[in-house]
């Protein structure tokens, strides 16, 4: 257990249809980050948080993505109408003084 | 903006013989690279970084050496055990910059 935690760890949600993760990170990390991997890739950066504020966002992040982080604590990333190109697993990564610490990401497939 | 490459995509190693994965980065601003292990169904887990002030760093088994002139670096495991089987990412950060962007990744298999 790496402190950060993401769910659900698995969706599987039609086309079209929009889906809502959740990532906590520890109380220490004052900064959020979320990335993408598809299979046999290395992450992809999304999105990152400095407490409250979304301060970064990769041109991978459509209009159809969104994400918040209301309170500078947990953070959620909303997909809209998704496609099949949005299978993936989203991680977040949760960063204080030290390095990044990821979650074990949630895995979304769109049928 | 920065682009990281690795090498070998897949590589088998007998245990207790040493492992070596590199890595080459486009950008010289970047200056700072971890590495990361990644078990099935897990997400990546730090296990060695180093800044671009510093040539090497070693942790026990791992080592980590960087070529700032060159702009590659190494991840060098040494008397590899079966649980060192995983697939591994390096990465690179710019100075100034929250963003890290990784490598390919390398599949490593310690045959017992």
């Known amino acids: 257990d790496t402190g950060v935690s993401q769910d659900p760890r698995h969706k599987i949600t039609k086309r079209g249809q929009n889906v809502t993760f959740r990532c906590d990170p520890i109380?220490?990390?004052?900064?959020l980050y979320w990335y993408r991997q598809t299979l046999g890739q290395g992450p992809e950066f999304l999105t990152y948080f400095q407490n409250e504020a979304q301060l970064e966002k990769s041109r991978l992040l459509s209009d159809r993505f969104s994400a918040e982080r209301p309170k500078g604590s947990f953070s959620t990333l909303e997909i809209q109408r998704t496609e099949q190109g949005d299978s993936a697993m989203y991680l977040c990564?949760?960063?204080?003084?030290?390095?990044?610490?990821f979650g074990s990401g949630t895995r979304l497939t769109v049928v | 903006g920065e682009n990281v490459e690795q090498h070998p995509s897949t590589l088998s190693v007998q245990e207790g013989d040493s492992a070596v994965i590199k890595c080459t980065y486009s950008?010289?601003?970047?200056?700072?690279f971890p590495w990361y292990k990644q078990e099935l169904g897990k997400g990546p887990q730090l296990i060695i970084d180093i800044r671009s002030n510093v040539g090497e760093k070693k942790d026990q088994r791992i080592a980590v050496t960087l070529n700032k002139t060159a702009k590659h670096f190494s991840l060098h495991i040494t008397e590899t055990q079966p649980e060192d089987s995983a697939v591994y990412f390096c990465?690179?950060?710019?100075?100034?910059?929250?963003?890290?962007?990784f490598g390919t990744g390398t599949r490593l298999t310690i045959i017992p």
């Open positions: 950008d010289s601003a970047s200056n700072y």
């Open positions: 990465a690179a950060r710019e100075g100034g910059n929250e963003k890290l962007t």
């Open positions: 990564a949760g960063a204080g003084a030290g390095g990044y610490t």
């Open positions: 109380s220490e990390h004052n900064r």
